[in-house]
């Protein structure tokens, strides 16, 4: 199974922006669809976005629709997601993972996960 890890979290003003990056080793990235979550304290684990195998195709929860994008380079075995116009309500843990199906957004239809990276939007 593919480990994954997260980076590129941090503190960002309202209206800013960050890239998260997800670096996969143990396996070819490109045989996975490739996801991000996000999991604010005392919340369940939302969908954000998700990518298909070749990058071709994208999905995105409505609540980041036209601010995130997700992207790929399989040859850096490496999924991003660039986050634009940012909001506190987009304050959480983001997670990177992976899957073998299209289309999903339910957390528990991914197999593989990173630790998580922590993203704070201040007002």
């Known amino acids: 199974q593919v480990q994954l890890v997260e980076s590129g979290g941090g503190l960002v003003q309202t209206g800013g922006s960050l890239r998260l990056s997800c670096a996969a080793s143990?396996?070819?990235?490109?045989?996975?669809?490739m996801g991000w979550f996000r999991q604010a304290p005392g919340k369940e684990r939302q969908f954000v976005a998700a990518?298909?195998?070749?990058?071709?195709?994208?999905y995105y929860a409505e609540s980041v629709k036209g601010r995130f994008t997700i992207s790929r380079d399989n040859a850096k075995n490496t999924v991003y997601l660039q986050m634009n116009s940012l909001k506190p309500e987009d304050t959480a843990a983001y997670y990177c993972?992976?899957?073998?199906?299209?289309?999903?957004?339910?957390?528990?239809?991914?197999?593989?996960w990173g630790r998580g990276t922590q993203v704070t939007v201040s007002s």
């Open positions: 990518i298909s195998w070749s990058g071709h195709s994208t």
């Open positions: 143990g396996g070819p990235l490109g045989s996975y669809v």
């Open positions: 993972a992976g899957d073998k199906r299209y289309g999903s957004t339910l957390a528990e239809d991914f197999g593989s």
